[in-house]
């Protein structure tokens, strides 16, 4: 069985956190093996996200299961919790016992500040490539929808997390559940998405 937890937080971009969760939950309902995917916050009130959704989150970070993996979106809100020692140092306590930390968009910079992310290959949104790059101790790539860098993965901008996720629950299910989970989503992108490449 394999835990997610995403984080969220006021002003986390909808689709950085909506659209994995979507490939995670279309995954456990295809592999029917009691995988789980969790909304995560500092407190159980509701987030109010970047184009205003308002999410009830499932735990706090005080009290969630054991995750597997670790998702940490981008939007606006970043720029606010990356001076929040609550999120950033609960990101590098449980990025230390997950199998796979992940991050969408902006999300890249609470990585970088938290510690995952430091001296490693990423993938952020394309406007905050320079100012990611300019913290220091970090590599961005420019040219891919999402970057692998050991159990690192982080991807581009808002529809470039699905791309993400579906990379990993190929890597941790196989590439055929991982076709069978953008069958069912209808997930078509053209060019197709970076895991679907032969190799």
Not at 64 to 76: F, N, R
Not at 87 to 111: M, N
Not at 113 to 119: C, L, T
């Amino acid at each position: 069985m394999t835990t997610y937890g995403l984080l969220i937080f006021d002003g986390a971009e909808e689709l950085d956190f909506v659209g994995p969760w979507e490939v995670f939950t279309a995954s456990a309902m295809l592999r029917a093996s009691g995988d789980t995917v969790l909304l995560l916050a500092e407190q159980h009130a509701p987030v109010r996200c970047s184009k205003g959704m308002r999410v009830l989150p499932d735990y706090t970070l005080g009290d969630h299961p054991e995750l597997d993996v670790l998702l940490v979106p981008g939007g606006m809100g970043t720029r606010r919790e990356v001076g929040n020692p609550a999120i950033t140092s609960w990101i590098s306590k449980t990025s230390a016992t997950a199998a796979w930390t992940t991050s969408v968009c902006t999300g890249a910079l609470l990585l970088h500040e938290a510690g995952p992310a430091k001296g490693r290959r990423v993938a952020t949104h394309h406007a905050f490539e320079d100012e990611l790059a300019a913290r220091g101790d970090i590599t961005v790539v420019r040219d891919a929808r999402y970057v692998v860098d050991g159990n690192l993965v982080t991807s581009q901008g808002v529809s470039a997390g699905i791309d993400m996720a579906l990379w990993l629950v190929g890597r941790l299910h196989g590439r055929d559940h991982a076709r069978a989970v953008r069958r069912y989503i209808q997930y078509e992108p053209a060019p197709p998405y970076l895991a679907d490449e032969p190799g």
